[in-house]
Each structure stands twice: as structure tokens, then as C-alpha cells.
């Protein structure tokens, strides 16, 4: 009989709530504030990072989780008597951490290549930031506990990230301009002008999909392109960071479009925020 292990990392934003009912494993990233190093969700709340991002000086960075790291986990995994562990990881091309858990995998089975046909490391790149890939492994493990077979939850989590799309705006370009992720000169006068980019997450690139001037266009914007992207009846989740009130908002917009509710709202972690800024408002769903 199959023991499903679900892991993840904290840039997925699952809840805590979700993470404890389900039985998922959240390995937390390190984030360093200067010389001063956390780890998100260990030693903060999302509400206190915010806190703390808007204080710094410089914007903090992150790390990666490392081979060793995963080598531990399998190994845990293993003595724990599970034979499936589900690995679902941030976005490779922002991040090496997918790389050190396949190359844990790897020298796991070289050190055990007696239990290759008895016990399965599934890694899978998350491709996308937030519950883009977060929601698949919550709905997975849910389906776990209902008795659904193992390839069956890796063929669930993988179409769900090859059709995610999410759509989501920063309120301020200040984070987004010195992480990179928007060049600097843009950012500055998009501020100048009021324009907020409408940014689009699919197949793990980032890009400005459009532009808005001025934050009261923001949640009909994108939930006009919500509209237009995503697959009939299928499920979406709202996101949004330090303003719940905008989540609020843009469930009601997408209700009132689509015709039924979000699957669920995600608040956006450490990871998000440095990038994005603490206030964003987003929709992730399964596209066409």
C-alpha cells in the first residue's frame, strides 16, 4: 500500500492551516536582511515580513535549498516507511533550488539502489511563483487522503503547471525595479507616470502583459483577462498580500464573471513579496 509524502517549498505561500491538516512538508527558504539571516515562516509571519521589508534599508535576498537539505528529507522520508514522496519546487529558472533536489534524489539512489523499484522521489519544477504551484499540491494532497493513486496525483500537479497562468499587479514598482525583475529606468517612470503593470506568469517566464493607469482599473483588468484565458468552470485562486481587502475585491470582480467563487485565496510569502512589494492582488488559473 501506497504512503504518499507531499513537500514543498515556502514560496508556494500554502497556508499553515492547509500545511498542518494535509500533512505537507514546508521547507522554509532563508531570507538575510543584510548580515541578519531568517527563515520565512519560521521566524516571521507574513504580516511581519511585511513589516520588516518596508524598514529595510536594502531589500533582503534569498537562498536556495540545498542538496543536503533534500538529502535529509529522502532520507527521512524513507525511514518513515513512505514509498511515494511528491517534491513540487519553486520555478526553476528563478531558482536552483529543483537542481539540489534532483541531485539529492539522485544520491539517494546511488547510496540505496536496492529500494529503486520500492520507494519514488517525484521531482517537479513548480515553473511559476506563489499558488501557482502551491494550489496543485494542496488539491493533490487532498486527493491523497481520498485514496487516489500516486500517478495519478503527478499527472494532476504536472497538467495543472503546464496550463497555469497568473495574472497579477504590484501596487508599487519600488521592489520590482531593484529585484530585477522589472529593469530600473521602468519602474521609475512607470511611478512617474501612475502606470501599473499587469504581469503574467506562464511556462516559467515573467512578463508585462499590459498597463494600467491607476489602481482603480487594476481588478477589472485583470479579471477581464482572467476571463479570456482560463478553461471553462475550472477552479482559480485569488492573491494578494499585505491589503486583504484587495483579495476581497477581486473575488467579488471574479465571481461576478465567472459566476462561482475562488477555489481559495493565497497571501503572498517572503519570497513573492521581495520581488513584487507587500501589496499585490493576483488571480492564478488553469488556462485553455
Same mark, same amino acid.
Given at each position: 500500500?501506497?504512503?504518499?509524502?507531499?513537500?514543498?517549498?515556502?514560496?508556494?505561500?500554502?497556508?499553515?492551516?492547509?500545511?498542518?491538516?494535509?500533512?505537507?512538508?514546508?521547507?522554509?527558504?532563508?531570507?538575510?536582511?543584510?548580515?541578519?539571516?531568517?527563515?520565512?515562516?519560521?521566524?516571521?509571519?507574513?504580516?511581519?515580513?511585511?513589516?520588516?521589508?518596508?524598514?529595510?534599508?536594502?531589500?533582503?535576498?534569498?537562498?536556495?535549498?540545498?542538496?543536503?537539505?533534500?538529502?535529509?528529507?529522502?532520507?527521512?522520508?524513507?525511514?518513515?516507511?513512505?514509498?511515494?514522496?511528491?517534491?513540487?519546487?519553486?520555478?526553476?529558472?528563478?531558482?536552483?533550488?529543483?537542481?539540489?533536489?534532483?541531485?539529492?534524489?539522485?544520491?539517494?539512489?546511488?547510496?540505496?539502489?536496492?529500494?529503486?523499484?520500492?520507494?519514488?522521489?517525484?521531482?517537479?519544477?513548480?515553473?511559476?511563483?506563489?499558488?501557482?504551484?502551491?494550489?496543485?499540491?494542496?488539491?493533490?494532497?487532498?486527493?491523497?487522503?481520498?485514496?487516489?493513486?500516486?500517478?495519478?496525483? %503527478? !499527472?494532476? #500537479?504536472?497538467?495543472?503547471?503546464?496550463?497555469? &497562468? *497568473? =495574472?497579477?499587479?504590484?501596487?508599487?514598482?519600488?521592489? $520590482?525595479?531593484?529585484?530585477?525583475?522589472?529593469?530600473?529606468?521602468?519602474?521609475?517612470?512607470?511611478?512617474?507616470?501612475?502606470?501599473?503593470?499587469?504581469?503574467?506568469?506562464?511556462?516559467?517566464?515573467?512578463?508585462?502583459?499590459?498597463?494600467?493607469?491607476?489602481?482603480?482599473?487594476?481588478?477589472?483588468?485583470?479579471?477581464?483577462?482572467? %476571463? !479570456?484565458? #482560463?478553461?471553462?468552470?475550472?477552479?482559480?485562486? &485569488? *492573491? =494578494?498580500?499585505?491589503?486583504?481587502?484587495?483579495?476581497? $475585491?477581486?473575488?467579488?470582480?471574479?465571481?461576478?464573471?465567472?459566476?462561482?467563487?475562488?477555489?481559495?485565496?493565497?497571501?503572498?510569502?517572503?519570497?513573492?513579496?521581495?520581488?513584487?512589494?507587500?501589496?499585490?492582488?493576483?488571480?492564478?488559473?488553469?488556462?485553455?
Amino acid at each position: 500500500m501506497s504512503k504518499i509524502k507531499f513537500i514543498t517549498d515556502s514560496a508556494s505561500d500554502i497556508s499553515v492551516e492547509d500545511e498542518r491538516s494535509l500533512d505537507i512538508q514546508v521547507i522554509p527558504f532563508p531570507v538575510a536582511f543584510g548580515e541578519q539571516s531568517y527563515l520565512s515562516r519560521v521566524d516571521f509571519d507574513n504580516e511581519k515580513f511585511y513589516e520588516m521589508l518596508e524598514a529595510a534599508p536594502e531589500i533582503p535576498t534569498t537562498s536556495q535549498i540545498t542538496v543536503y537539505q533534500y538529502g535529509e528529507i529522502f532520507e527521512a522520508a524513507f525511514a518513515q516507511g513512505y514509498t511515494d514522496v511528491i517534491n513540487v519546487t519553486i520555478n526553476s529558472e528563478g531558482s536552483g533550488t529543483y537542481n539540489s533536489a534532483c541531485l539529492a534524489a539522485q544520491m539517494f539512489f546511488e547510496t540505496h539502489p536496492e529500494v529503486q523499484d520500492t520507494f519514488h522521489i517525484y521531482n517537479i519544477d513548480g515553473q511559476s511563483y506563489s499558488c501557482g504551484y502551491g494550489y496543485p499540491v494542496v488539491e493533490a494532497a487532498r486527493r491523497a487522503q481520498q485514496g487516489e493513486p500516486v500517478e495519478a496525483l %503527478v !499527472a494532476f #500537479i504536472n497538467d495543472w503547471l503546464e496550463h497555469c &497562468v *497568473i =495574472y497579477f499587479v504590484p501596487y508599487t514598482l519600488k521592489y $520590482a525595479g531593484k529585484s530585477g525583475r522589472i529593469p530600473s529606468a521602468a519602474a521609475f517612470i512607470g511611478e512617474l507616470v501612475g502606470l501599473k503593470p499587469i504581469m503574467r506568469i506562464h511556462d516559467h517566464v515573467i512578463v508585462t502583459d499590459d498597463k494600467v493607469r491607476g489602481e482603480k482599473k487594476i481588478i477589472p483588468t485583470v479579471a477581464k483577462k482572467v %476571463v !479570456a484565458d #482560463i478553461e471553462s468552470g475550472s477552479p482559480y485562486v &485569488v *492573491i =494578494y498580500g499585505s491589503h486583504p481587502e484587495d483579495g476581497e $475585491a477581486m473575488a467579488r470582480a471574479m465571481t461576478e464573471a465567472l459566476g462561482y467563487p475562488p477555489a481559495g485565496f493565497t497571501q503572498i510569502g517572503a519570497a513573492i513579496a521581495i520581488n513584487a512589494g507587500p501589496r499585490v492582488v493576483g488571480v492564478a488559473l488553469h488556462g485553455k
